[in-house]
């Protein structure tokens, strides 16, 4: 079993930056790939992001690339969503996962919200003009 807390939303100007973090305890970090999800008001819970476990292969979301950056660092037992360029439609409340992955798929990811098992409680990034 694994915790994940996340932490780093707030409040910020269309443009801006902000650094999610989620932090895990319980089983071994490095054993699980890694991703972000968000969920707008009265919109499902959607793909932002996924690192593998090792980080040698990142995903992210089209509507994301080129501004926001996913890593990770094992030794911390955390994950980072490093997000840059904020639009006011990236509000929403942004939720990071783990998904358990066998040893010999170091360099797996999944955009599938199903594959993951273990989820945050959300932290909400609003972006205002």
């Known amino acids: 079993q694994v915790q994940l807390v996340e932490s780093g939303g707030g409040l910020v100007q269309a443009g801006g930056s902000l650094r999610l973090s989620c932090t895990a305890s319980?089983?071994?970090?490095?054993?699980?790939?890694m991703g972000w999800f968000r969920q707008a008001p009265g919109k499902g819970r959607y793909f932002v992001a996924a690192?593998?476990?090792?980080?040698?292969?990142?995903s992210y979301a089209d509507s994301v690339k080129g501004r926001f950056t996913i890593s990770r660092d094992n030794a911390k037992n955390t994950v980072y969503l490093q997000m840059n360029s904020l639009k006011l439609e990236d509000t929403a409340i942004y939720y990071c996962?783990?998904?358990?992955?066998?040893?010999?798929?170091?360099?797996?990811?999944?955009?599938?919200?199903?594959?993951?098992?273990?989820w945050g409680q959300g932290t909400q990034v609003t972006v205002s003009s």
């Open positions: 996962a783990a998904d358990l992955v066998p040893f010999y798929r170091d360099d797996y990811t999944t955009s599938r919200a199903e594959s993951y098992d273990h």
């Open positions: 319980g089983r071994t970090f490095s054993t699980y790939a």
């Open positions: 690192i593998s476990r090792s980080a040698g292969a990142t």
